[in-house]
């Protein structure tokens, strides 16, 4: 088992706003695609707003950016909820709910087993994308990173401090 996991955030330019008629499948689709992650081979967590099962309040980047913030255990199992599972439609009817957004829309990074990555890393992680490209610290499916590897336990044998 890895010593790491991997958290990624993604960004959506809202066409109208949640309650708008125009976006009445995509709201539809919240319950059962996030059912759908959560039992997921790999998945570990999701951001969600208080009391809510959703994040579908929280707007850190912006009014009408809605946020997608997750810890898997590895690549591969992202890749596999994204692109061979019923999320799979979502993505290819993205144009209906969202607009194009320049820039940086998804990025993901290494992070301790056991961790929680916070909304503000997530933002430093996209500007750091934006700023130097993919790299080790901020990636993406098309550019990925392995996990780094573990420090070694100071404690284990053949260790010297």
Do not use: C
């Amino acid at each position: 088992m890895s010593a790491f996991h991997l958290a990624q955030i993604n960004l959506g330019l809202l066409k109208a706003p949640l309650d708008d008629p125009a976006m009445a499948e995509f709201t539809a689709a919240f319950a059962p695609i996030n059912a759908l992650a959560d039992a997921s081979p790999g998945f570990v967590w999701r951001y969600t707003d208080e009391g809510r099962d959703d994040a579908t309040l929280t707007r850190p980047f912006g009014p009408d950016l809605l946020i997608n913030f997750s810890v898997w255990r590895d690549l591969e199992s992202l890749w596999n909820f994204s692109y061979r599972t019923d999320h799979l439609d979502l993505l290819r009817r993205r144009r209906e709910w969202f607009d194009h957004l320049d820039g940086v829309r998804l990025v993901m990074w290494w992070i301790p087993a056991g961790t929680v990555p916070t909304l503000g890393e997530a933002g430093e992680r996209m500007e750091l994308l934006r700023a130097q490209g993919p790299t080790a610290e901020a990636f993406t499916f098309r550019t990925p990173f392995d996990p780094p590897a573990a420090a070694p336990d100071p404690a284990a044998p053949g260790v010297r401090t």
